[in-house]
């Protein structure tokens, strides 16, 4: 599989976070290769992104990776148990990132049903096999992400990265991110990108308002 280079992640986010819809997710570990198709992300445009971790520009030990070299994986944990993988992006001292939200699972089924359910794969419901990865913390449990091991790895490495996809048309929707409620205007941003149709995609879009 062929590494998107450095220089994909060093553009603006927007774009990255665009593009990434059909890249494939890769981790190698212990002579087992997992990969997913990514199918759902967010971009979050640090200082001037009140959804943001470096908003503000806020620096603290727990988002130094993103003010770091474009390229290299920002994981963290929320509620305390989930790690979420994010791509940094643009460029270092411009603390800015896409966070991976779901993937379609694709080589190493076994393993991620192991991760996520302590199950064999053929035996979950297809409710379960949707939920392998159709969330941050979900496509994180699946891949054996945590924030200890990969918080900081460069995603040019061998065992983990991302790369290009089988090259299929994937019409890319955009919607408000979601979770992030009490971040004024910035929840309104349509920095949410999903293939369209996809059912690993972890939320449907709300209609609008005025639709």
């Given at each position: 599989?062929?590494?998107?280079?450095?220089?994909?992640?060093?553009?603006?986010?927007?774009?990255?976070?665009?593009?990434?819809?059909?890249?494939?997710?890769?981790?190698?570990?212990?002579?087992?290769?997992?990969?997913?198709?990514?199918?759902e992300v967010e971009a979050y445009k640090g200082p001037d992104d009140r959804?943001?971790?470096?908003?503000?520009?806020?620096?603290?030990?727990r988002n130094e990776t993103m003010f770091g070299e474009a390229g290299h994986?920002?994981?963290?944990?929320?509620?305390?148990?989930?790690?979420?993988?994010?791509?940094?992006?643009?460029?270092?001292?411009?603390?800015?990132?896409?966070?991976?939200?779901?993937?379609?699972?694709?080589?190493?089924?076994?393993?991620?049903?192991?991760?996520?359910?302590?199950?064999?794969?053929?035996?979950?419901?297809?409710?379960?096999?949707?939920?392998?990865?159709?969330?941050?913390?979900?496509?994180?449990?699946?891949?054996?992400?945590?924030?200890?091991?990969?918080?900081?790895?460069?995603?040019?490495?061998?065992?983990?990265?991302?790369?290009?996809?089988?090259?299929?048309?994937?019409?890319?929707?955009?919607?408000?991110?979601?979770?992030?409620?009490?971040?004024?205007?910035?929840?309104?941003?349509?920095?949410?990108?999903?293939?369209?149709?996809?059912?690993?995609?972890?939320?449907?879009?709300?209609?609008?308002?005025?639709?």
């Amino acid at each position: 599989m062929q590494k998107l280079p450095r220089a994909f992640f060093q553009q603006p986010t927007l774009e990255v976070a665009n593009a990434l819809i059909g890249k494939r997710l890769v981790h190698q570990q212990e002579g087992e290769t997992l990969v997913a198709k990514i199918v759902e992300v967010e971009a979050y445009k640090g200082p001037d992104d009140r959804a943001a971790h470096t908003y503000g520009g806020r620096r603290t030990p727990r988002n130094e990776t993103m003010f770091g070299e474009a390229g290299h994986a920002y994981v963290y944990l929320i509620y305390g148990i989930h790690h979420c993988i994010n791509c940094v992006t643009v460029g270092p001292e411009y603390p800015e990132g896409v966070l991976l939200r779901a993937a379609e699972p694709l080589e190493g089924l076994e393993t991620m049903a192991k991760n996520r359910f302590q199950r064999p794969y053929n035996t979950l419901t297809l409710p379960q096999q949707r939920q392998l990865t159709n969330g941050p913390g979900k496509l994180g449990q699946a891949f054996g992400i945590t924030k200890e091991r990969y918080n900081g790895y460069d995603l040019q490495s061998d065992s983990l990265f991302i790369a290009e996809g089988s090259g299929e048309d994937i019409v890319v929707e955009t919607s408000p991110r979601v979770g992030i409620d009490s971040s004024g205007e910035a929840r309104d941003y349509p920095w949410r990108f999903f293939e369209k149709g996809q059912p690993y995609v972890s939320k449907r879009p709300k209609p609008r308002a005025d639709g």
